[in-house]
């Protein structure tokens, strides 16, 4: 038998129909999810077409969803289903329950957790809401993804950085909006819509009297016809009932004004300063809830759109406040292979130049001296250092590696037989040649020259008080404070 040609297949049975397995997205997991037949229900009817009138023209709009209760035909055990009609539902109401933003992608007020911007962050490349997520190496702290089209469509992902100093940036563009200042603009702010409410109530209140007045005379016209004319009656009847159903609209028009619940007291002006001044200790304090915090920033912010520099590595944040003024925020982003808690280049590039030649305990020694910090500001010792070295992967100090050419204060002073001081005074006045790896470091003096004859004739002029006095004691005593000034001026060069 002759197969049929695959034109003259019918559609169903056409290679073009084959099966394709692809990788599954969000809205593919998600109308699995929300489809009866996978509880073995017939379902029919699930969703309507909508009609509104925009500017006298009829618009359309089909697939709108229905709830269960409003579908034409709802039939269950229908077929054999993957799960039960109980667990069907108990998921559409999970999937309802996780839907924080479903009504018009809009942000919410807080809901908890340790993200002070979350449902506020909207990616610029895309327009999709960023989402937060609590992983890696620290799950205490918050990270920011936009990853909705790789959910969505299997696409890469837009941007990512970490929350805590986005957080910590925004917190103080809050902190600083709810300054002095802003209290002086949020009382006139207040006092204007004070008066404008009272103005609008001024006005109902006219108008329900004229509505009155309308209405009585309708009455009186109504009393006044003659009951034959029953025609000119039954209109003055109408117009009589049209009169004190206005009266009745505008009674509760009247009352919803003066029932309106942004009419509250507002609180003094010293009140308020307080609390402004109070605010940032209020903020910073670990018993404040992060509920608090989130409703706070909710009122002042509307939205965040958020892009990444890739070339100055920085998060340009544009923030939309809620009076309708803009500001831009750019946040440090840590470069890649970098992290928030990394050691400096400075100190690194200390340990750099005194690695092998001085032990870790000295070069720690060194580091705390020039005032340098390790990447959890902490001061250095011995430990720190060893770790740094190894993480760069520097050898190690071996002291009997190499015999002893240069010698230290201690041992220099120890050899002349006079104290660190002079030492110190001779190496000032070039009486002994003496060199340091970075300003601040140990002093590394040649041993030969410590046995030169004439090291040994200063050391000995200094013992027999021979040594070449200065004019007076007061300049000798500024001449030591001098080199120690030039000493510390050049370990303020290596700071800076």
Not at 315 to 330: F, I, K, N, P, T
Request: glycine content about 6%; hydrophobic content about 35%; proline content about 5%.
């Amino acid at each position: 038998m002759v197969p049929p040609r695959e034109d003259r297949l019918p559609y169903f049975l056409s290679r073009s129909r084959r099966l394709v397995w692809k990788l599954p997205v969000y809205y593919h997991m998600l109308a699995i999810l929300t489809n009866p037949l996978c509880a073995g229900a017939y379902a029919y009817g699930k969703t309507e077409t909508r009609t509104r009138i925009v500017e006298g023209q009829a618009y359309k709009s089909e697939g709108h969803s229905k709830p269960p209760s409003e579908w034409t035909a709802l039939i269950q055990d229908h077929h054999a289903g993957y799960i039960s009609w109980e667990q069907y539902e108990r998921n559409q109401a999970m999937i309802a329950a996780n839907a924080n933003m479903k009504s018009r992608m809009e942000p919410k007020t807080g809901r908890g957790g340790r993200a002070l911007l979350a449902g506020l962050l909207r990616c610029r490349r895309c327009g999709r809401m960023l989402h937060v997520e609590y992983a890696g190496r620290n799950p205490q702290q918050p990270r920011s993804h936009c990853h909705s089209a790789q959910l969505s469509h299997g696409e890469d992902r837009c941007i990512s950085f970490g929350g805590w100093r986005a957080d910590q940036a925004v917190a103080q563009e809050v902190l600083e909006a709810i300054g002095g200042n802003a209290v002086e603009a949020a009382l006139q702010a207040a006092e204007q819509m004070r008066q404008q409410r009272e103005a609008r109530q001024r006005a109902a209140e006219m108008e329900l009297e004229q509505a009155r007045y309308e209405a009585r005379l309708a009455e009186r016209r109504y009393e006044a016809v003659d009951p034959e004319q029953r025609l000119v009656a039954a209109e003055l009847e109408s117009r009589w009932n049209a009169a004190l159903q206005k009266v009745r609209d505008l009674e509760k028009k009247l009352q919803t004004l003066a029932s309106d619940p942004q009419t509250v007291a507002i609180p003094s002006k010293e009140v308020l300063l307080s609390l402004a001044q109070d605010l940032p200790a209020v903020w910073n304090a670990p018993s404040t809830d992060m509920r608090l915090k989130q409703r706070i920033v909710h009122i002042l912010i509307r939205e965040i759109v958020v892009d990444i520099d890739e070339e100055k590595h920085e998060v340009v944040m544009l923030l939309h406040w809620a009076g309708g003024r803009h500001s831009e925020l750019r946040i440090k982003k840590n470069a890649p292979g970098h992290r928030r808690n990394c050691t400096n280049l400075e100190a690194v590039e200390v340990v750099r130049r005194m690695n092998g030649q001085f032990s870790d305990e000295q070069i720690a020694s060194t580091l705390n001296r020039l005032g340098m910090r390790t990447g959890a500001d902490n001061t250095w010792n011995e430990a720190r250092v060893y770790s740094l070295r190894h993480h760069h992967q520097l050898p190690d100090y071996d002291a009997t590696r190499s015999p002893a050419v240069t010698l230290t204060l201690d041992q220099a002073a120890g050899r002349l037989g006079i104290s660190v001081t002079a030492v110190r005074h001779l190496i000032h006045s070039k009486a002994i040649p003496a060199t340091q790896v970075v300003p601040g470091a140990p002093w590394q003096i040649p041993a030969a020259a410590v046995e030169s004859p004439e090291a040994l004739q200063a050391a000995m002029n200094i013992k027999n008080r021979h040594r070449p006095r200065p004019q007076s004691h007061d300049e000798g005593t500024l001449e030591l404070i001098g080199f120690e000034l030039l000493e510390e001026e050049g370990v303020q060069k290596l700071r800076t």
